[in-house]
């Protein structure tokens, strides 16, 4: 079992940054934590993943170099790192933990956090 409570987000004009944090406790060893974004009236759209110790990342194309996810392994949280925000990037972020998987799908990760809200106003 795996717990995660996302916080961190907000409100910020276009071109700004915001940081969003994802706790995660319980069994989190060789588990890939990923972000994902759902915006009203779209799909959820898988955003970044990383491989908890080694640090491997994937970023799906709209956000690279814009976003960053990282972790701290000492206090088990993902960050995921938000510049250059545009108005499209707003959406409830959802980080989500899969066992050996970082695949940037849904149907891959077992567990999902409560999601933090990010409004990007132009």
């Known amino acids: 079992q795996v717990q995660l409570v996302e916080s961190g987000g907000g409100s910020v004009q276009a071109g700004g940054s915001l940081r969003v944090s994802c706790a995660a406790s319980g069994h989190t060893s060789r588990n890939c934590i990923a972000w994902f974004r759902r915006a009203p009236g779209k799909e959820r759209e898988g955003v970044a993943s990383?491989?908890?110790?080694?640090?491997?990342?994937r970023y799906t194309d709209s956000v690279k170099g814009r976003f960053t996810i990282s972790q701290d392994t000492g206090k088990n949280t993902v960050y995921l790192q938000l510049n250059s925000l545009k108005p499209e990037d707003s959406a409830m972020y959802y980080c989500a933990a899969a066992y050996e998987d970082c695949r940037l799908y849904p149907w891959v990760y077992n567990y999902w956090g409560q999601g933090t809200q990010v409004t990007v106003s132009s």
């Open positions: 990383i491989y908890i110790g080694s640090g491997d990342t």
